[in-house]
């Protein structure tokens, strides 16, 4: 668990992204809904990143 903890506070930016938009795509969601859901929770991480636009996160994901 401790190390869950750790793992969530070293993920990057790119990786939360990439992390969230397969766990969201698994749930039957759409690439515009993942997006948006995303983009709403990046403010709310432990250290927020700057705001990213839709297409900035879909190239983070698609590169």
């Not at 709403?40 to 705001?51: I, L, Q, T």
């Amino acid at each position: 668990m401790v190390l869950d903890v750790l793992a969530y506070f070293d993920e990057t930016t790119e990786e939360f992204v990439r992390r969230r938009h397969r766990e969201l795509q698994s749930q039957g969601l759409r690439n515009e809904a993942i997006f948006e859901r995303i983009g709403h929770e990046m403010p709310h991480r432990a250290v927020a990143p700057p705001e990213l636009s839709p297409r900035q996160l879909r190239r983070i994901v698609y590169g």
